[in-house]
């Protein structure tokens, strides 16, 4: 199981890096979004795997592929200034960082004693569990996060809107 | 730990594979914001790189016995990976208006 997400989820991505047409590589991010779903529920986190598909793919990615097609940018503009050797030096950065974070995580001690320590699985989590440590511990970060989305709707407005 | 141990680790699902599946999408997610031009591609790269935190996140919270204060965590992230959508997109809406373009190259300068 745990193979078949993570495949969904990184193909997805890959999708996404390689395609050319704008809404395609959108659709291939929904996919993405689908297998780190899956990884939540592998997670024994199905509250999480729902708040994912509901605000990733169920309301980001719906914003975002209204703007593509409101923009109508569906293919990539042609360059206007060609980078070859800075695309290539991108591409070779970041396989030698990600060769060496995999390593790191494969090699390191304290990550293989956590995964031996934690190996059975835990009690699934529950809406209950989140709810009660959200609004009994976290009631002002929780506040804080709804003045921040109020801005943000403000913002967004005040920036789309033509003449205020 | 021997390669082969190390491959069957990832494969069967333990902390090393959620954190490997995570950092590969990290990357994806990078090399999306650095090799395409379309501001709406490198947007969602960058969705993609906070998706990875998250992964992370909850796969320490589930080996170290079912944290809740992840979840509360995995909420402010969303919370903010929404205004960031929100935002984004009308910069987006708003560099389309005056450029009349998406590609990042085409707006290197700040004046007209």
């Given amino acids: ?164 | 730990m021997t390669g082969m141990d190390a491959i069957h680790q990832i494969l069967n699902g333990g902390l090393q594979g959620y954190l490997v599946v995570a950092l590969l999408l990290f990357f994806l997610g990078l090399a999306t914001v650095l090799l395409r031009r379309t501001l709406l591609l490198q947007f969602m790269g960058v969705e993609l790189m906070l998706n990875a935190a998250n992964v992370v996140l909850l796969a320490f919270a589930r080996f170290r016995g079912g944290d809740a204060q992840a979840m509360v965590f995995y909420l402010f992230i969303i919370a903010v990976a929404a205004c960031e959508a929100a935002i984004g997109l009308a910069l987006i809406i708003g560099l389309y208006r005056h450029r009349d373009t998406t590609d990042s190259d085409r707006a290197a300068s700040l004046k007209q």
């Fill in chain 1, 1 to 164: 199981m745990f193979i078949t997400f993570a495949l969904i989820t990184l193909l997805g991505a890959l999708g996404m890096l390689l395609q050319k047409n704008v809404v395609v590589a959108g659709l291939c991010m929904v996919a993405a979004f689908f297998g780190v779903a899956g990884l939540f529920v592998l997670l024994a986190n199905p509250v999480a795997a729902a708040l994912q598909i509901i605000v990733y793919t169920g309301a980001i990615m719906v914003l975002v592929l209204f703007v593509i097609m409101m923009l109508s940018s569906h293919q990539e503009e042609e360059a206007a200034v060609s980078h070859p050797v800075q695309r290539w030096l991108s591409v070779a950065l970041l396989a030698v960082l990600a060769f060496g974070a995999v390593n790191l995580v494969l090699a390191s001690p304290g990550v293989k004693a956590l995964a031996v320590k934690g190996a059975e699985m835990p009690q699934a989590m529950t809406l209950q569990t989140v709810g009660t440590n959200l609004f009994a511990d976290h009631l002002l970060g929780f506040e804080v996060a709804g003045l921040v989305l109020l801005a943000a709707m403000i913002g967004a407005v005040a920036l789309t809107k033509r003449n205020l």
